[in-house]
């Protein structure tokens, strides 16, 4: 299987009273395009803007990481090899901020899944999807998630965010 996950604005946004900050974004157009070692993660990419880091987890030790060209950009995130439970994960420090919002793009490919949802934590250990799942076609899609009522993940030192296959 194959998909690829173009975050090319992958943002936690937040909001003190009436405007919305940008915490982080990621772009991946300085990511250099990379391989692995079949250890089954992905590379550590930094924040574009703010501070946090993106990375990709995977049974499979065949999983082939890459950086390919996205939605309108030049690089995105790109992994074969998915199963159940893979997931790329975003990690950010909230501290001074509330009512948070994720927004993504994404697309899999046509042998690539379907189905993912998004996962939070405020701990590392325990993580509790958000809604429902939903649903990943063969072009780019434009996904927003608002964690305004999700307690634990506003003003916290490190909220991990994850878009996991299901």
Known sequence: MKLQLASLAFGLVASFTVCATPISTWTFESATPFDLDNSGRSPVVAANTGIGS?????????????????????????ANNWAVGDY?????STVGYENITVS???MSSGTGPRDFGLFYSSDGALFTQFLSSFTVGASYTSFSKDLSAVIGISDDSSSLF???TL
């Open 104 to 106: 993504w793009d994404q």
């Open 54 to 78: 993106a990375s990709g987890t995977h049974a499979s030790s065949a999983t082939d990481w890459k950086t390919r060209e996205g939605n309108g950009s030049v690089r995105s995130i790109s």
């Open 88 to 92: 790329w994960q975003f990690e950010v």
């Open 162 to 164: 994850r878009v996991s």
